[in-house]
């Protein structure tokens, strides 16, 4: 598909290519897990946003062209290619394949380098790859991946933790002037530890994002699970997926709710993953913790 002007991602790809899409959105980052038929896709002139693709299949012959470079021949589970905002790239695969897609938010990608003190934050440039193994890519898209395949999404907390990990990697490895960002060591203070908590616990059943502690306890998103986590000892998912939990513990023992609205109440989406996050971390299911208390 041609284009004179550079175009969103998703507009390459004609809905009529792609046999299965899933899409999750994660705040300045899209991903999308597609199966598509043989095709090919261009962009000319480049894309809008930056865009990430990890191979999930077997891919026999896959040709690309990106800003220049080309790269013509097989690709492996695992490799990955990376296209830079406004890099005119090509396309093109002769087999059904299937992959895992992050369209990452050019402003998302400058804020992060501006909370992490990333040098000449304002002019940095990400650089295109052309069929890369990185295991630290592989490894969060494995993840976000897996969450995906559950239908049993673990909330935005999770997945934005995640993409942020991504977008931190992106700006220390795929820059054309890669830098050391600044590391932060320590904890958060007393003070805005039990501001974040008490946020939490009055919000438990609501779908919490990262942004939204961060900005409680007034501190860079990129360096905010890493703080809290020298704080409490678990990362900031995995306290509030606990919290939850107690709370549920509560609820089943003392309240006439079904398991159904106690997974509501308790920021459960659905039943099937309170049941799962809950023999988890208890080794019961709902059912059979309030039958056994």
């Avoid at 002769?94 to 003190?117: G, K, N």
């Avoid at 007034?218 to 699970?225: D, G, K, Q, R």
Wanted: aromatic share 10%; glycine share 4%.
């Amino acid at each position: 598909m041609r284009s004179q002007l550079a175009v969103h991602p998703p507009k390459i790809m004609q809905e009529d290519w792609v046999l299965s899409r899933q899409t999750l959105h994660a705040g300045g980052v899209i991903v999308e897990h597609h199966i598509q038929p043989p095709s090919e896709a261009e962009a000319p002139n480049g894309l809008t946003h930056h865009f990430l693709a990890l191979q999930l299949s077997y891919g026999r012959r896959q040709i690309f062209r990106i800003d220049g470079h080309e790269y013509d021949g097989p690709l492996l589970p695992g490799e990955t290619h990376l296209i830079a905002k406004s890099a005119p790239s090509f396309g093109a695969w002769e087999t059904t394949d299937e992959s895992l897609i992050f369209i990452i938010d050019p402003v998302f990608l400058q804020r992060v380098a501006s909370e992490a003190d990333f040098p000449s934050s304002d002019k940095f440039e990400l650089i295109s790859v052309l069929k890369t193994r990185d295991t630290k890519i592989e490894s969060i898209a494995m993840a976000i991946y897996s969450e995906m395949e559950q239908k049993n999404w673990g909330g935005q907390l999770y997945i934005e933790s995640l993409t942020n990990v991504l977008a931190i990697h992106l700006l220390r490895n795929y820059t054309s002037h890669p830098s050391k960002l600044k590391e932060y060591i320590g904890r958060l203070s007393k003070k805005k530890l039990q501001q974040v908590l008490d946020f939490i616990d009055n919000n438990i059943e609501a779908d919490i994002k990262l942004d939204d502690l961060a900005q409680v306890a007034n501190v860079s998103l990129c360096y905010f699970s890493t703080l809290f986590k020298e704080s409490v000892g678990v990362t900031p998912w995995q306290y509030v997926m606990q919290q939850r939990i107690e709370r549920a513990k509560v609820l089943l023992k003392t309240g006439n709710c079904s398991i159904a609205e106690i997974a509501l109440q308790c920021g459960f989406k659905t039943q099937s993953h309170f049941t799962q996050q809950f023999r988890k971390l208890t080794s019961y299911s709902p059912k059979e913790y309030r039958d056994k208390i």
